[in-house]
């Protein structure tokens, strides 16, 4: 091992972890007030151990001078996300940035890995501001569903206690366990979306109603008193039939009918 002062070293990526934290909280905090629905559940992040990098430099056969380039995960953000699709949105996000800078993505949902692992890795260079000036790092953002974090956490303790001795039988089971998470987002994904097109429909249903309402009540305005009141019992049967289809056909009738009272014509 070389004769490096470790703690100058990793110095800026702790505050690069730090930022970046701080960065991608107030972004959700932002979406939250902006959208009432934000993509990122939580955010977390670390500093790579000492041992990890000296470890993953002998595995990647990267020589001690080259490290800040050859690893690229020595400062480490995790972005939580309830569903798949708020993944890409994210990604969308962190593409526009200003304050960091895109070097290359992996996307392990479309090609996951060997043992079952799926995140989407974004691999950024990042500008710390030091004592000395500039200093830009490397710093790799996972984001992920918390099904896929789950399933992760448990996998990498398992890992790091068995070390490559996992019993073939146990990588299996991960194996099956992972493509079980996966069945899960895509289960709530699914949830997800139903649950937002009947939220569509309801609104829809009900802008349909509240036209035709006023519209009746123009009808009145424009003395139009037999056809509103017709208007309005044709309304109430389709309306007691839950006919949403007839009440949008008759929605189309009533604003016709009011259109050539406008123009002052006749019923
Ligand atoms: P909030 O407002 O509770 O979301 P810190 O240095 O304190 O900012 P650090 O060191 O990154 O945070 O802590 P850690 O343990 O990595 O967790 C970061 C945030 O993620 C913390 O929220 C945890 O409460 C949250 N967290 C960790 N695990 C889970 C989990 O399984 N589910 C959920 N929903 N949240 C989790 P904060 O930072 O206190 O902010
Ligand atoms: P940590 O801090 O312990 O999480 P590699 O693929 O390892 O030769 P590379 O290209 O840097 O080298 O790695 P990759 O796979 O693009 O991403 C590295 C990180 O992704 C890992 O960091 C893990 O956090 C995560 N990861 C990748 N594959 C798996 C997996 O099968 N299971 C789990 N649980 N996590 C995975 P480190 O190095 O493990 O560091």
């Known amino acids: 091992m070389d004769g490096r002062d470790w703690g100058l070293f990793l110095q800026p990526y702790e505050q690069a972890v ?10 959700r905090t932002e979406l939250k007030a902006r959208e009432a629905y934000a993509p990122i559940e939580f ?17 990647l056969s990267v020589p001690m001078d080259k490290i800040e380039t050859g690893i690229e995960d020595i400062a480490g953000i995790r972005i939580m996300c309830q569903f798949v699709d ?30 079952g692992y799926r995140s989407y890795h974004m691999i950024v260079e990042y500008p710390v501001q030091t004592a000395i000036g500039l200093k830009n790092v490397l710093a790799e953002v996972q984001i992920r569903t918390l099904a896929m974090n789950f399933w992760a ?23 099956t366990a992972a493509e079980a998470a996966f069945l ?19 609104e829809e249903k009900s802008n349909v109603v509240s036209s035709v ?4 009540q123009e009808l009145y305005f424009f003395h139009r008193v037999r056809e509103a009141v017709q208007f309005q019992l044709r309304f109430n049967e389709l309306w007691e039939q839950e006919d949403a289809f007839a009440i949008r056909v008759l929605a189309d009738e009533i604003r016709s009918a009011l259109m050539r009272a406008k123009k002052g014509g006749g019923a």
């Open 43 to 59: 955010v977390t992040g670390r500093v790579k151990r000492i041992s990890s990098i000296l470890e993953k430099a002998k595995r």
């Open 153 to 175: 956490t448990i996998e990498h303790s398992l890992n790091y206690k068995y070390k490559e001795s996992l019993p073939e039988e146990v990588r299996l089971r991960l194996k």
């Open 18 to 27: 730090e930022e970046l934290k701080v960065k991608f909280k107030t972004l």
């Open 184 to 202: 899960l987002d895509t289960e709530m994904s699914s949830i997800r979306n139903e649950i937002i097109d009947s939220q569509r429909g309801f």
């Open 86 to 115: 708020d993944i890409r949105r994210v990604a969308d996000l962190i593409r526009v940035r200003k304050d960091l800078q895109l070097v290359y993505e992996k996307d392990y949902i479309t090609n996951y890995k060997e043992s």
């Open 213 to 216: 309402l006023s519209d009746i």
